[in-house]
């Protein structure tokens, strides 16, 4: 039998313990096969070496959550002891596309869900350039967001640059009034969401503010080399292909590149004027360059959305 003492001295020992005990109750649960007391600011733990040491491991995840983000909630705790095996990468390298990327917006884990997103994360490890083709609600878009905030926060590159097309959905808009900014938000609006979602408002306007973030439509990166960057491209399919040649030649050095798409849903006038599919025919063979292709395996919205997709498209293949 080994025991071993573990100070709280760099913590609150109640964001560790929590109110009446629960967190350290939640914690003790996963450890059923030691003895662990609380003793003020110590916790003491008996049990065999290799018990022991584990809890070690996984315990000073909790404190380095606790101590980075100022606090840990109980669905965070259980988060991070749930699954042992995805946890030993939380905070390397070793297995990245099955680690936890970040923890965003209120300590929010922010990681691949599905098989194709932790291929995705993967790949963006091993190539420059990715193409994420698939249906709605697979988050294509959103993975390449986390990935694109990581790359800032471990000072990969020194901005993230993300971008749309900027056609309407099958609606005339009309007179769109405000700035520049405000004429795009429509268009932009979902990667916003998914900024809100792994930045702080303070930080995510900072980084806004100071181009650190930029936030534009495709006709805009004409002209302009992005180096030291990380560059998505959002609905690609509603893109010609001179304009995916555009965006794709602007690549500078130390440049990452994620087209995201779904060439089931083209919004231009003319769909047969979309460049995706032929971009992706033309580069698959390319070194430095991956396709990820989604399906309805992949989505991570409502229960029902890959019925719904799957009726539409059995709709489209009958006609």
């Known amino acids: 039998m080994a025991e071993q003492i573990i100070y709280l001295d760099t913590v609150d020992p109640l964001d560790i313990f929590g109110v009446q005990n629960e967190k350290f109750e939640c914690i003790c649960k996963y450890f059923p096969k030691l003895k662990i007391i609380a003793r003020g600011n110590e916790i003491h733990i008996i049990g065999s070496q290799k018990e022991t040491k584990n809890f070690e491991c996984q315990f000073q995840k909790i404190l380095t959550h606790t101590q980075r983000y100022h606090g840990i909630s109980l669905q965070q705790i259980q988060d991070i002891l749930s699954n042992y095996e995805s946890n030993e990468s939380l905070y390397n390298n070793e297995n990245p596309n099955n680690a ?60 993230i640059i993300l971008c749309r097309p900027a056609v309407e959905a099958e609606e005339k808009l009309g007179f769109l009034p405000g700035d520049m900014r405000e004429k795009l938000n429509p268009y932009l609006q979902p990667l916003y969401d998914a900024l809100q979602d792994m930045l702080q408002p303070r930080k995510l306007q900072e980084y806004l503010d100071t181009n650190v973030i930029q936030i534009a439509p495709l006709a805009y990166m004409r002209g302009r080399t992005l180096n030291n960057a990380f560059v998505i491209l959002d609905e690609a399919q509603n893109a010609t292909l001179n304009q995916l040649k555009m965006f794709l ?30 971009a992706v025919s033309l580069l698959e063979k390319t070194k430095g360059i991956e396709t990820i292709n989604f399906n309805e395996k992949d989505i991570v919205r409502h229960r029902l959305v890959s019925y719904i997709i799957s009726a539409f498209d059995k709709e489209t293949i009958d006609k």
């Open 100 to 159: 936890i990327l970040f923890y965003g917006n209120d300590g929010k884990p922010i990681k691949a869900r599905t098989t194709n997103q932790k291929k995705m994360v993967e790949k963006c490890v091993e190539n420059d350039l990715i193409f994420a083709i698939g249906p709605a609600g697979t988050g294509k878009t959103y993975t390449a967001v986390a990935l694109a905030v990581k790359a800032l926060k471990d000072k990969a590159v020194q901005r």
């Open 249 to 278: 030649t602007r690549m500078g050095e130390h440049a990452k590149f994620i087209v995201t798409g779904d060439i089931t849903q083209i919004d231009l006038p003319d769909k047969n004027k979309s460049g995706l599919a032929k």
